[in-house]
């Protein structure tokens, strides 16, 4: 078991109204203690904190609603973080995340805000992931991935706490088992993506047999109710019926065979029927070799994709390694320029010996955060690609079989009509012998 140990802290937390900083808080390390006397807005300010960090089903207070914004800073694993997330009595409103301190994320730009949405999707990552995955924590894959999230584990701060009766540990509605013991095995660093997807599958599996238990048996009764059975009865009946069938068949076939040759021979109706047979044999052809084209290119795309996820893999893995070497090199100072030999000046200070610039220290500076989300949902886009080009692949090549098999069908079928059929009369007189035989 690899021993892990994610930190979590607020720093800073603004609220905004309208562009306007209508409250302002800062926190230290430890305890924090929010006083003040009835009714001055404690429970307010810890709405509006358990809310920007990803907090839902928040009972909001009329003065809450007045504000707009929160914006607040935390530390991940001591490397610093802004979010942002607007106020709204809608439910599951989207993060905006700046991977740096709060002073650049006031002044930096919208394209450097990242936003992510609540929930989790085959395309994109929810802000829980995110930020799970800022924090070292490996990410649930499978079914139970989707009950993690910042609001459930937030709960658990105060799931246990003594004072239920205080609006400040809200009672949300009451979570299944299955949530509750996800949640506590995934923070405890015991999850299992296999056991709790196969739990979720299991109950889904019981869900549709059910469902289709139930529809069966209604089929049952509306046929035993219809008559439509297997009994004596409806057998005598099918065989009346077809008796009938056989008769009209034999007149049909007696008239005709009192016809002339003469009567029959219709060379117009014989082009007819081969150009119709030849008309469908090319577009059976044609659909069959659109068909392998399909395939082909899928399976281009396929390889293309699985190419490109082990590019973005080992990118990922080199962006690790890189932090693991910048944190042992970040001490390494030029005296003299690489590029041209010239002297460097000494810089007073922490900062790169070349550029100058400030330089973060720890492996997982802001930079390296923000590549490494980046590459994890470029991997999630693309993994999601591959997957469906997967399954269109398979698609594709069920149909193949059956275009074959109508083409060869059609095939010979041209081939009896063109060597063996002379005219229209024994066209129709080897149609009805057909008729008559099934």
């Known amino acids: 078991m690899t021993f892990l140990s994610p930190t979590f802290s607020v720093r800073k937390l603004k609220v905004f109204q309208h562009?306007?900083?209508?409250f302002s808080c800062d926190f230290h390390k430890g305890?924090?203690?929010?006083?003040?006397?009835?009714?001055?807005?404690?429970?307010?300010?810890?709405?509006?904190?358990?809310?920007?960090?990803?907090?839902?089903?928040?009972?909001?207070?009329?003065?809450a609603l007045l504000c707009t914004s929160t914006l607040t800073e935390v530390l991940l694993n001591n490397e610093p973080a802004c979010?942002?997330?607007?106020?709204?009595?809608?439910?599951q409103r989207p993060?905006?995340?700046?991977?740096?301190?709060?002073?650049?994320?006031?002044v930096a730009s919208a394209s450097q805000w990242e936003v992510y949405p609540f929930r989790r999707s085959e395309k994109s990552l929810s802000f829980s992931q995110v930020i799970l995955n800022a924090m070292n924590m490996p990410l649930a894959q499978g079914e139970g991935a989707s009950i993690l999230t910042m609001h459930q584990i937030l709960r658990v701060l105060?799931?246990?706490?003594?004072?239920?009766?205080?609006?400040?540990?809200?009672?949300?509605?009451?979570?299944?088992?299955?949530?509750?013991?996800?949640?506590?095995?995934?923070?405890?660093?015991?999850?299992?993506?296999?056991?709790?997807?196969?739990i979720i599958r299991l109950k889904q599996v019981d869900t549709e047999l059910t469902t289709k238990t139930a529809e069966l048996k209604s089929i049952f009764v509306v046929l035993?109710?219809?008559g439509q059975s297997e009994s004596i009865h409806y057998i005598d009946e099918k065989i009346k019926e077809l008796e009938s069938k056989r008769v009209t068949l034999h007149i049909k076939l007696g008239e005709f065979k009192g016809r002339s040759v003469s009567d029959g021979n219709n060379k117009k109706a014989d082009r007819d029927k081969?150009?119709?047979?030849?008309?469908?044999?090319n577009k059976a052809k044609a659909e069959e070799i659109k068909n392998s084209d399909k395939i082909q290119m899928l399976e281009m795309e396929i390889s293309d994709s699985e190419?490109?996820?082990?590019?973005?893999?080992?990118?990922?893995?080199?962006?690790?390694?890189?932090?693991?070497?910048?944190?042992?090199?970040?001490?390494?100072?030029?005296?003299?320029?690489?590029?041209?030999?010239?002297?460097?000046?000494?810089?007073?200070?922490?900062g790169c010996s070349l550029c100058k610039s400030h330089v973060p220290e720890g492996r997982d500076a802001p930079q390296l955060l923000r590549m490494r989300n980046e590459i994890a949902v470029q991997l999630k886009e693309s993994k999601f690609l591959l997957e469906h080009n997967l399954e269109k692949l398979q698609e594709i090549k069920l149909l193949a079989p059956s275009l074959k098999k109508n083409v060869q069908r059609l095939v010979r079928e041209y081939e009896s009509v063109s060597e063996v059929w002379e005219n229209a009369f024994e066209i129709e007189f080897e149609k009805i012998t057909r008729e008559l035989g099934v």
Not at 95 to 105: D, H, N, P, Q
Not at 274 to 281: V, Y
Not at 307 to 336: C, H
């Open 31 to 63: 305890v924090n203690i929010i006083r003040g006397r009835n009714s001055s807005g404690k429970t307010t300010i810890m709405d509006l904190l358990a809310f920007s960090i990803g907090a839902e089903n928040i009972r909001w207070k009329p003065q």
């Open 95 to 106: 993060l905006s995340i700046f991977w740096g301190t709060m002073e650049k994320a006031l």
């Open 83 to 91: 979010f942002k997330r607007e106020i709204s009595t809608e439910s």
């Open 158 to 198: 105060y799931a246990d706490q003594l004072s239920v009766h205080s609006p400040i540990f809200r009672i949300d509605s009451f979570d299944k088992a299955l949530t509750r013991e996800t949640v506590g095995d995934y923070l405890c660093g015991i999850f299992d993506d296999t056991l709790y997807s196969s």
């Open 224 to 226: 035993g109710r219809s």
């Open 274 to 281: 081969t150009s119709s047979i030849r008309e469908r044999l």
């Open 19 to 22: 562009g306007h900083e209508a």
């Open 307 to 350: 190419l490109f996820i082990s590019e973005l893999e080992e990118r990922f893995r080199g962006l690790n390694e890189s932090g693991v070497a910048r944190e042992y090199f970040s001490n390494v100072a030029f005296q003299f320029c690489p590029s041209c030999l010239s002297e460097l000046s000494s810089l007073e200070g922490q």
